[in-house]
């Protein structure tokens, strides 16, 4: 078997292009969506995932505001800047880009994010709201999966989703997205005994762990779909993701690529939050109830 690619480039395009249309509807009215983006410090790899937000910002006409500060930055002085953010009209979703500098708590800042701008979706109450099904905003890279496996029409009702990986940014909401369309999921990490047992039972495996090639062909069932969260280097140094692409797409039925396949669809659903945020505030026109 070969698989089939799920490419994150060509969906993330198409879903751009409808969430221009619901920009340009918003903007009609006055209430163009506005994105802040807060940088703590000069990491390089936050330095490339800002400038990617912030361009593919401009691309659907969302507005966005980009502060760069010092590491130096105190905790006090980045709760201020955001509890500005938090009353300001323009502005819509709030992201802070992680990590941030180990002299200030990340949870603490996140929880000072208003609910009702989190569009990373990592606030406690974005958190409970997926646990329990409610209303809220999704976190982009599982929300952005979800998003591949609806491109394929993949019924995910009665299946096995093994997630491997259970950080709060993507394996947990990964495995609560996936017990919301009635999957039956395995959630993974350091500790499970015997993976390969688990994910060769898998319809379903999302690789999230940060280690190349964790997957392998002879750890996936002919026919299964694997998604690839991983963002690893190889030796020399190219973007690679956890699944050991060349094999596991023998027998994978679809696959998603590392680059061109959860990376760009995490962007784009950082913009769908955005938009969704400033429907919920602002918009007069037809709007979608869930931000899903
Ligand atoms: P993380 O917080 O480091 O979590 C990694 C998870 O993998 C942990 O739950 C860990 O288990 C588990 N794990 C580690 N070794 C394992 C093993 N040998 N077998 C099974 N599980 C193992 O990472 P993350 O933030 O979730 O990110 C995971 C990967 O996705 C990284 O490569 C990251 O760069 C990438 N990522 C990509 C995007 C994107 O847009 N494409 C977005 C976010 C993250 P324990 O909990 O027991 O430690």
Request: aromatic share 4%.
């Amino acid at each position: 078997m070969t698989s089939q690619l799920i490419n994150g480039v060509e969906l993330s395009n198409q879903l751009r292009q409808a969430l221009q249309t619901r920009v340009q509807a918003l903007t009609k009215e006055g209430h163009t969506p506005g994105l802040a983006v807060i940088l703590v410090g000069e990491n390089p790899a936050s330095q490339v995932y800002v400038r990617n937000k912030v361009k593919a910002c401009d691309q659907v006409g969302i507005h966005s505001v980009l502060e760069k500060t010092p590491d130096t930055l105190t905790e006090k002085e980045l709760l201020a800047k955001i509890e500005a953010l938090n009353k300001d009209p323009l502005v819509h979703g709030i992201l802070v880009q992680l990590p941030l500098p180990p002299h200030i708590d990340a949870q603490r800042v996140i929880e000072a994010i208003s609910p009702q701008k989190d569009v990373d979706g990592f606030h406690i109450s974005s958190a409970g709201a997926l646990m329990t099904g409610a209303q809220g905003f999704w976190p982009c890279t599982p929300f952005g999966c979800m998003k591949m496996l609806e491109s394929i029409h993949y019924d995910l009702k009665g299946k096995h989703a093994v997630v491997i990986g259970r950080s709060n940014i993507v394996g947990k909401p990964m495995a609560m997205m996936l017990l919301q369309k009635n999957a039956t999921v395995t959630l993974c990490h350091s500790h499970t005994k015997n993976l390969a047992d688990l994910t060769r039972q898998a319809d379903l495996i999302v690789a999230a762990v940060g280690i190349r090639n964790v997957l392998t062909k002879d750890m996936v069932k002919p026919g299964a779909v694997v998604l690839d969260v991983g963002m690893n280097r190889d030796e020399e140094g190219k973007l690679c993701g956890d699944v050991d692409f060349n094999g596991v797409s023998q027998v994978a039925a679809f696959i998603t690529p590392v680059p061109g396949g959860v990376g760009p669809m995490t962007i784009t659903m950082l913009l769908h939050n955005t938009v969704w945020a400033a429907e919920q505030l602002n918009s007069t026109v037809e709007r979608p109830l869930q931000s899903n």
